[in-house]
T-cell receptor, first 109, second 111 residues
Framework: QKEVEQNSGPLSVPEGAIASLNCTYSDRVSQSFFWYRQYSGKSPELIMSIYSNGDKEDGRFTAQLNKASQYVSLLIRDSQPSDSATYLCAVNENEKLTFGTGTRLTIIP | DTEVTQTPKHLVMGMTNKKSLKCEQHMGHRAMYWYKQKAKKPPELMFVYSYEKLSINESVPSRFSPECPNSSLLNLHLHALQPEDSALYLC??????????FGPGTRLTVL
């Protein structure tokens, strides 16, 4: 069974610091990886996609992928209170997304 | 533009009711999805319409039935639901059956 694992948290980070979120996956043939942000009571919002090994940066967000280690991470620089949310890692295979259980992130002012 | 719209935003129904949820996108995406999400859990895939072909999660009970009238519209018909079906129902669409964009969801309560 394909699995995507995340530390459920909660992860508390001071405002202005770097938040680091991690995700591992079990299926070696997975090719597409995504990070979604979900505020309480709202729907998931896509914030990053990554397909190749290495880093991908978008504003304050950096996604990192290591296919050999089956590991994908999300770094949030200069964390803001508005970054407080649950972050879902998702892995795509055969047109279907498998989600991790999510990491609850709290930014402390 | 990555907007997916869903109606209604909230729905309360009894166990004997029949209701429908509606999802619409006008981005020309060829794949659309229904998910169910319970509190503090990740979304669970229910149905996929991809390139006019339906895929079903076999664990989804038959009281849920999808309908795709055209490539922009996806409905979810609900009949004889149970209280445990209360959840946030999410629709998503994808241009190439990989990156998925979610609508705002319908909060369903079954009494």
């Amino acid at each position: 069974q394909k699995e995507v694992e995340q530390n459920s948290g909660p992860l508390s980070v001071p405002e202005g610091a770097i938040a680091s979120l991690n995700c591992t996956y079990s299926d070696r043939v997975s090719q597409s990886f995504f990070w979604y942000r979900q505020y309480s009571g709202k729907s998931p919002e896509l914030i990053m996609s990554i397909y190749s090994n290495g880093d991908k940066e978008d504003g304050r967000f950096t996604a990192q992928l290591n296919k050999a280690s089956q590991y994908v991470s999300l770094l949030i620089r200069d964390s803001q209170p508005s970054d407080s949310a649950t972050y879902l890692c998702a892995v795509n295979e055969n047109e279907k997304l498998t989600f991790g259980t999510g990491t609850r992130l709290t930014i402390i002012p | 533009d990555t907007e997916v719209t869903q109606t209604p935003k909230h729905l309360v129904m009894g166990m004997t009711n029949k209701k429908s949820l509606k999802c619409e996108q006008h981005m020309g995406h060829r794949a659309m999805y229904w998910y169910k999400q319970k509190a503090k859990k990740p979304p669970e895939l229910m149905f996929v319409y991809s390139y006019e072909k339906l895929s079903i999660n076999e664990s989804v009970p038959s009281r849920f039935s999808p309908e795709c009238p055209n490539s922009s519209l996806l409905n979810l018909h609900l009949h004889a639901l149970q209280p445990e079906d209360s959840a946030l129902y999410l629709c998503a669409s994808s241009p190439r059956a990989d990156t998925q964009y979610f609508g705002p969801g319908t909060r369903l309560t079954v009494l």
